[in-house]
């Protein structure tokens, strides 16, 4: 069954139109989404665990984001920001 929290962020990047590759890619290094354009991953989590401290270790540049307010909260960023790029 698929993550809630992972659904909404894939929703968004999708959204955005945005390239990302999920964890089972190699370039994911086992994080949830990886950007390539960006070199940015993405993990979510919908409580801190003890693992998360050995995944931020395996890329230097990770967004957190943890509870489903915040996976809303980034949609909604993202769909702004994409928003208002459009509109200028």
């Not at 993990?43 to 270790?57: G, L």
């Amino acid at each position: 069954m698929p993550d809630p929290m992972e659904k909404i962020v894939r929703d968004a990047l999708d959204a955005a139109n945005l390239l990302y590759v999920e964890e089972e890619d190699p370039r994911a290094l086992r994080l949830d989404f990886y950007l390539p354009v960006v070199d940015v991953h993405i993990e979510v989590k919908q409580f801190h665990t003890d693992r998360i401290a050995e995944q931020m270790s395996r890329a230097p540049n990770i967004i957190a984001i943890q509870g489903i307010g915040a996976a809303k909260l980034f949609a909604q960023m993202l769909s702004r920001k994409f928003a208002d790029e459009l509109s200028r």
